[in-house]
């Protein structure tokens, strides 16, 4: 059963992360399809959420699905900074 939630768990960060690649997409031809302010708020939550899992949880694949995530939400940011 944990391996098998484990599996669900890595899957369903992967599906996430995959889930940003319309937005970056779209920023990167010039169509500001993000919302500046949300993605600001959940940048900053993605990185504190980061270091809990690296700092105090220490979990590695929850490490590596908040990373994925956090790396997703900085790039939509900068490439949203950088139509405004």
Known sequence: MISTLTFLYWLAGIITFIGYFPTIKDLWQGKPS???STY???TFTMIIT???ALLV???Q???VVVWLQM???IV???LRLRLK
């Open 57 to 59: 949880n220490g979990d």
């Open 34 to 36: 993000a919302n500046l």
């Open 40 to 42: 600001a708020m959940r």
């Open 76 to 78: 939509i940011l900068f």
């Open 71 to 73: 790396v997703a939400c």
């Open 50 to 52: 980061f270091l809990y």
């Open 61 to 63: 694949m929850f490490i």
